[in-house]
């Protein structure tokens, strides 16, 4: 008989779940780690990391399509659809095996199947219907996620209406397709296809694309991507969806109330996500449910003594690298490390993969003045660039925002080539709580994009160079 | 228990001292009110009176140390009736901790964030007595702001002693050329201070000046009069100056004004801080209420003022404080200077000697006793035309001192 007595059972074992079970274990708890689908999550899976995969297909096929430019002769640039999904698969499973492997390491117990809160104290496991095994856990920290929210009119098939797993995994090239939603994922899905040449439109409710971005970044985003083809309508609504046999009219209610058909081969549907908040066993507990999400202190305790919850099911925003910090500081805590910070949600970068890049930490211009500050803005643009303009990407804008009074980094906000590589220097700058004096005293390497961002610190108080 | 002599915090700001002296060694009898140490801070010695009797039982900190943060147990005394063995049960037992321990405990840096160092900069916080709560103790913004919350002590209020050394461990002084022969003086705990302050000054006051001549003939055979007539007093040019100053500030109050960051604080009462040389250093004891002061009294009080200056024995509220400040070197032939302001006063009067000089008196050349005084002024309190206002004054009591009479 297995010993299935456990300091900390988590349940879920994506970017929160299992980072928050090889911490406890590096702290000395004893600690299980409840999976039923594939260790790693949805990032590792379904998100996060086979759409990179993706998207490193679709720029190298553009700038295939570009080679003339850097001095190439390519003809007829053809691409095997199977072989990219299967790279990109293939990529997913070898981290999900690394998962695997980084849990057996650190010891911590690993169970194939669905946990759920017993009695008090207690995690029934369950694979296929079937009670496998009960845990008896001091703590359980519930992250299980979440999945693609569907609106009512807007259900996805699976066939010719997709959510992001479809999405990743086609069988064959639409022609045409319908984005629906302009968060980091829906862009991504639109610049993918875009590049790999179909016909895409984007259809957002909101009053512009990328909706948490600062303004300024959001409208050079709508440029660029129209500039390369890409349909965008804003403060827009589907109506409804009329499927034929192998391809879908969507009604769309544009911003000034009138309403056009658009025929598509596929819809794509990324309208925000839901929290995985149901058989968890929460019904008669003092958990509670909003929104579908689980509520949580700031400190992630869920209402019922002994049980938290971390990552996308506690809530937004929904980011792999939210939910591994939330699982760290959340078994610190329970561990008794001292001096720990909750998390300030300014603090957590953001990153969109499409083309280009967008990465942002912080408030925006708009939220800092709602907020009363007075401000500082500089701007850097990617043409005054000397490795941009090598790289053949002088298209894009590094932005700062500092508080005027106390010389604070409240916000960074960039567009171009690999700035999601750059944000976590803005990331380090604000969590060291550097004022604009230490940056400006940075050396930072050149010839690099990197660049940009010291002089859109100098230009923020009128010092830089290069414009 | 043996009682526990703590290291005594001798002015608002003051979080650590050097412990310079004991007075008492171990096995020595002390009764309340008996000095047993003397303690050197910022800008003064003091001394440190028992409050309970008894015998000195163990000396914690030994004479020399420097950096003792404040509370720190220096010292046991012994109780009647008890023996040498109560100390070990004193030691043993963990030291109950009255208060998280501040930042700046240790008399280390303190570790701070670069925006937590300047905000505490511009709210006037002592870093020092902060708690920090990132890493290591380490003092971030959410720390600021809970103590601006808390209304923590903000520095503007009340003290011109500087706070705990905030900044960063200075880079070691650079290698001289090979083979030069030299030698680093330690720095004093007043050199620091004085070095700080002034750059501080000098970096962050907007400095500007205005020079004036007077004609101090008439002051000089007022005050030789005035010397003959009694033996009781003796009284210098700069006691004249300092009443000038005062009544100056008394006409032309808006000068007498410290920048608050938030607001102009115009003080009500005229203090005026004068600067007295002291064996590598100097200090600013002030003349408090000068403006209702006689000659007699503020000569008496400048002369006590700077002879406990030079012992070292100065208490903290005998130079904090005070609007406005006086440097004088006249006696050393120094013709005129400029002087930096002593924050977060609005302003010093540079004044130079005395001397013959040729003048042009209704049209024609003379001769008469020109004394050249530099007014250096904090723009943010002070503009030009106030400055000029408050030298016309001055100038006006010295060129006719009967005038102060009134």
């Not at chain 1, 008989?1 to 911490?23: K, N």
């Not at chain 1, 002088?394 to 500092?402: A, Y």
């Not at chain 2, 290291?7 to 008492?24: F, H, R, V, Y």
């Not at chain 2, 049209?363 to 904090?378: E, F, K, R």
Request: glycine share 10%.
């Amino acid at each position: 008989m297995a010993d299935t007595g456990f300091d900390l059972v988590v349940i879920g074992g994506g970017p929160g779940g299992y980072v928050a079970a090889i911490r406890a274990a590096q702290l000395g708890l004893k600690t299980a780690c409840v999976e039923r689908e594939h260790l790693g999550g949805i990032c590792l899976n379904w998100g996060c990391i086979p759409t990179k995969a993706l998207l490193r297909t679709s720029e190298i096929y553009h700038l295939m399509q570009h080679a003339a430019d850097y001095g190439f002769q390519v003809d007829n640039v053809r691409f095997d659809l199977a072989k990219v999904v299967a790279r990109s698969r293939a990529v997913a499973k070898q981290l999900n095996g690394g998962v695997r492997h980084l849990l057996k390491k650190n010891k911590v117990t690993v169970y194939d199947g669905a946990g759920r809160l017993a009695s008090k104290g207690k995690v029934a496991v369950s694979a296929e219907g079937a009670a496998t095994a009960t845990l008896t856990a001091k703590h359980i920290i519930i992250a299980t996620g979440a999945r693609a929210r569907s609106l009512p009119g807007l259900e996805p098939d699976g066939k010719l209406v997709w959510t992001y797993k479809e999405a990743m995994v086609p069988a064959e090239m639409p022609k045409s397709i319908l984005v629906v939603g302009s968060g980091a994922i829906g862009i991504e899905f639109a610049s993918f296809y875009r590049d790999m040449g179909a016909d895409v439109t984007v259809v957002e409710v909101l009053p512009r694309i990328l909706p948490v971005e600062d303004e300024e970044i959001s409208a050079l985003a709508r440029k660029a991507l129209e500039k390369q083809g890409l349909r965008i309508h804003t403060g827009a609504t589907v109506k409804a969806l009329q499927k034929a046999k192998s391809n879908v009219t969507a009604v769309v209610e544009g911003a000034d109330k009138k309403t056009q058909s658009l025929t598509v081969d596929r819809v794509i549907l990324a309208v925000g996500i839901t929290g995985n908040v149901e058989d968890l066993g929460l019904e008669g507990t003092a958990v509670k449910v909003e929104k579908g999400h689980i509520v949580t202190d700031p400190w992630f305790t869920a209402g019922e003594p002994g049980v938290y919850a971390i990552g996308d099911v506690a809530g937004p925003p929904w980011l792999a690298h939210k939910a591994s910090h939330e699982g760290v500081l959340c078994v610190e805590r329970i561990a008794g490390v001292k001096d720990l910070h909750s998390i300030a949600k300014s603090a957590i970068p953001g990153c969109t993969y499409c083309r280009p890049q967008v990465a942002s930490v912080g408030l925006t211009e708009q939220a800092a003045k709602e907020q009363g500050r007075k401000v500082r803005i500089g701007r850097f643009p990617f043409i005054g660039n000397g490795k941009a303009l090598a790289l053949g990407e002088s298209e894009g804008l590094v932005k700062t925002i500092f508080d005027a009074e106390t010389g604070e980094l409240l916000g960074a906000h960039m567009i171009g080539a690999e700035v999601t590589e750059m944000i976590q220097g803005y990331t380090v700058a604000r969590t060291l709580e550097t004022t604009e004096a230490e940056l400006m005293h940075t050396v930072f390497p050149h010839p690099t994009l990197s660049e940009m961002m010291h002089e859109a610190v100098l230009a923020a108080y009128g010092r830089a160079i290069h414009i | 228990m043996p009682i526990k002599i703590l290291m005594p915090q001798l002015s608002p700001t003051m979080t650590e001292g050097n412990l310079a002296k004991w007075l008492k060694q171990e096995g020595d009898a002390v009764s309340a009110g008996d000095i047993i140490a003397e303690i050197e801070t910022d800008k003064a010695t003091m001394e440190v009176e028992a409050v309970d009797e008894g015998k000195l039982g163990r000396i914690v900190v030994p004479a020399g140390t420097e950096g003792v943060a404040v509370n720190t147990v220096i010292a046991l005394l012994l109780e009647e009736g008890e023996d040498a063995g109560a100390l070990a049960a004193t030691q043993a037992a963990p030291t109950p901790k009255a208060a998280p321990a501040p930042a700046g405990a240790g008399g280390g840096r303190v570790a701070a964030s670069p925006l937590a160092r300047r905000m505490a900069e511009r709210a006037g916080l002592d870093l020092g007595a902060l708690r920090g709560s990132g890493p290591g103790g380490r003092i971030v913004k959410a720390d600021i702001d809970a103590a601006l919350a808390g209304g923590a002590p903000v520095r503007a209020a009340a003290a011109v002693v500087a706070p705990a050394e905030a900044k960063a461990a200075p880079p070691p002084p650079p290698a001289p050329p090979s083979g030069a022969r030299y030698e680093d003086m330690p720095l004093s705990t007043m050199r620091k201070i004085i070095a700080r302050r002034l750059v501080e000054a000098k970096q962050t006051v907007p400095h500007f000046y205005l020079t004036i001549d007077c004609a101090i003939d008439r002051l000089l055979a007022l005050r030789k009069d005035l010397n003959g007539r009694s033996d009781a007093y003796k009284l210098t040019v700069n006691d004249f100056v300092v009443r000038a100053v005062a009544l100056a500030l008394r006409k032309v109050p808006d000068a007498n004004a410290t920048w608050v960051e938030t607001a102009i604080r115009k003080w009500a009462s005229v203090d005026v801080a004068v600067a007295v040389a002291l064996d590598g250093g100097l200090i600013t004891p002030v003349v408090r209420d000068a403006d209702h002061k006689g000659l007699a009294a503020i000569s008496a009080e400048v002369k006590a003022l700077a002879e406990r200056a030079r012992a070292g024995k100065l208490m903290p509220e005998e130079y904090t404080g005070g609007s406005f400040s006086i440097s004088n070197l006249g006696m050393y032939g120094i013709p005129q200077f400029d002087a930096i302001i002593n924050p977060p006063q609005a302003g010093i009067l540079a004044v130079g000697a005395g001397e013959p000089r040729p003048v042009v008196k209704d049209g024609a050349l003379a001769i008469a006793t020109v004394m050249t005084c530099t007014l250096s002024c904090d723009h943010r309190i002070v503009d030009g035309a106030l400055g000029a206002q408050f030298l016309q004054a001055f100038k006006g009591f010295v060129e006719d001192p009967l005038t102060t009479l009134l």
